[in-house]
């Protein structure tokens, strides 16, 4: 007979398709819950149901206020809280971390139950490296923002994850060839699901299968890294800049240019205004 539970903040990773990836121990906790905080009632009640569970469901999400958060504290206090998402471990671009942090100050018990997370998994099965990985969750919906942030991400030497869905997908890999180059990488969907595919390949084989075909499901793109290459030479820089310059603002221009070539940016904005002086 396991030993009783106690009173805390218990963050419970659920399946992310397959039902049977729930393990034991997340399932004991459930069962043991007096209160289970979920993202849609709808979507974690099927999987109690499946499990047989009949608990209490509280929706909770990171915008409800101080006072809400704060009656859910007190709860925690004295009773057997658990957090889950839709799928996959919360916090992991599914509220909680307000939650979380909150009890943290509050000195309560929190503990975690690990399990599934599409990050991990599509890591797993991209072929990319993956000693070295950030997760950025969902780009923008605009192009210029969405460009932005991948300017930014440009530089680290890491193979990147993203979400996505099937609507923006050939967008979304396009702005990644214009402005991370020709990577390696690999579109991944469905995970654990009857129909999980991976697709890889380079960035601009992966952005023309995707131009038109808008696949369904939960999809996970992952990026290689970029590759080691030895110092660039005065002339390959000029060129990216002149690049650089057809789409962006000087400034921006010599920004993305000095992070990709670990250049001076100062010195890339000065020679932008020269080439401006001379036409």
Known sequence: MSSPLQPGLYIVATPIGNLGDLSQRARHILEQADIILVEDTRVTGKLLNHIGIK????????????????KILDA?????????????????????????????????????????????????LSGLPSDRFLF?????????????????????????????????????????????GNRRGAVIREITKKFEETMTGSLDELAQRYSSEKPKGEIVVVIGPPEAAGPASAAD?????????????ASKAAGEVARKFGADRKELYELTNRWKAEK
């Open 55 to 70: 608990s209490k469901m509280v929706v909770y999400n990171d915008h409800k206020g101080e006072h809400d958060r704060a």
């Open 237 to 249: 820089i000029e060129q990216a800049l002149h690049e650089a310059l057809e789409r962006l603002p």
């Open 76 to 124: 925690v206090r004295c009773k057997i809280v658990a957090l889950v998402s839709d799928a996959g471990t919360p916090l992991v671009s599914d509220p909680g971390y307000k939650l979380v942090r909150d009890a943290r100050m509050s000195e309560l018990y929190v503990t975690t139950i690990p399990g599934a997370s599409a990050v991990i998994a599509a890591l797993t």
């Open 136 to 180: 950025e969750g969902f780009l923008a919906n605009r192009t210029k923002a969405r460009r932005e942030t991948l300017e930014e991400l440009s530089a680290i030497r890491a193979t990147l994850v993203f979400y996505e869905n099937g609507a923006r997908l050939g967008a979304m890999l396009v702005d990644a060839l214009g402005v991370l």
